[in-house]
């Protein structure tokens, strides 16, 4: 039977205008409601099978209430986006909860497709793994964990306005999965206004710590950019007696990599807020608070691997650690270099308020092969010396201008080095309008000035 043709010639035949027709509406971005409960327009009532039958690119909308992701990991191998419905009063109160059943599952979600393109997102959402504190045994469980494909496969994920938490690590970045030399530019992961918060190692019921840690973030590969993230409560549980504190988990822990971090905080993590271990870092505005290092570039594991530029970041109430070895508070420092390729520090501030701690608000650890430069530094009552160096510095490599130490107790360390001028400072290295002062206060009006 022959096709039927438009009268006027210039038609289509009525079986290709449908088949193009067709085509044009699955090009056409989808969104697609999922909601447990089901109901008027609900595609899909479950994650599994919303993310196993929705078209690539679709959006899924989720309804405001919790999705549970039923005992298996989420796994995402194509592009899709899913965004939380706001409630009425415009917050965001969907989120995803649950943990799997198999210890060969290491996260609630999984994100990668080794030779296809992959744009994936999460929005208005809170990623709630099912970890108890204080329970008989936690596994390590990532909230989110994002590899990158082959060399030349390029993958995007963006978070916006998630919270993460009850997890071991809040989101995995990973990049060298297939050993070919992937490119930093095929892997960009977006982190924006999120918040990564009560994230806790692996322990036994008698607080023995097992395999693993616990990272806010951690980056191995390919680019970063977070912008006002807050991670919190990093590393252990406030007044637990298993969850303690430990030197092994970060708020940031990057050791491969190229990332921006702007505007962000650490607050109350175990160990470090910010560990710039290895790769390329521009780190501005951010905050690290009651935390026992604040920042650290390189580490003696990676030595030389670390270019770290550093402007206006800040340490707020520095915070000591015990250390396990013999109990004493050796570590409360603002900003440490180790070992780093080069380090760039500009209007960098710290404060220690709980007078403890025995490292530097700037501490300078085996730097003899790192090019430093540090323009503008005050730090303020920093028990174990404001500016601290073990060894010699040198004229060429090592160069502070305007560091200020201030003490409000005399007895405080300011400048400590191998060797000091007259004036406090360390005679190697080259140091310009660098001064140690100690703060003088007297009763007027009868309080302190």
Sequence with gaps: MAMQVGGDGGGQPEGVARTLQGRAAQEEPLTL??????????????????????????????????HDIEGRMLSINKSLHLRGELSPGGVAIAEITGMPTSVDEMSMIFVRNQEVDVDFSLRDLTIRAGRLPDSVRDRGLDCLRVQGGRRGVR????????????????????????????????????????????????????????????????????????ERVAMRRVGWIPDSPVYMMSNKNQGLYAVRGVRRIINCVAEDVSHC?????????????????????????????????????????????????????????????GFHI????????????????????????????????????????????WPGGGFRTSAALDSQKHRFERVRVVRDNPSMPGFVAPELSEEGIPRSGTFINCRDEVRVRSLVGGGLK
Aim: contains cysteine.
């Design 33 to 66: 409601r999922v909601d447990p409960q089901g109901g008027p327009g609900v595609a899909y009532r479950t994650l599994h099978e919303a993310v196993r039958l929705a078209p690539a690119g679709s959006t899924l909308l989720l309804a405001p209430v919790s």
């Design 155 to 226: 993958t995007n994920i963006v978070c916006e306005r998630v919270t993460f938490t009850m997890g071991s690590g809040g989101v995995g970045i990973e990049h060298y999965i297939f050993g070919d030399n992937p490119s930093d530019s095929d892997f960009t992961v977006t982190l924006r206004d999120c918040t990564i918060a009560d994230i806790f190692d692996d322990r036994l019921a008698n607080g023995v710590k097992e395999d693993g840690n616990a990272q806010g973030v951690y980056h191995d590969g390919g680019t970063l950019l977070m």
């Design 273 to 333: 807020g910010f560990a710039y271990r290895a790769g390329t870092t521009y780190s501005e505005g951010n905050v690290s608070i009651r935390t026992p290092m604040g920042f650290q570039a390189g580490h003696r594991q990676t030595p030389g691997l670390a270019v770290v530029l550093s402007v206006n970041d800040r340490v707020l109430d520095g915070q000591s650690f015990p250390d396990v070895s013999d109990g004493n508070p050796t570590i409360t420092c």
């Design 338 to 381: 180790d070992d780093a390729q080069y380090v760039s520090i500009t209007g960098f501030v710290a404060s220690n308020v709980t007078g403890q701690g025995g490292w530097g608000g700037l501490h300078l650890s085996r730097v003899q092969s790192t090019w430093v430069d540090v323009r503008g530094a005050t730090i303020e009552n």
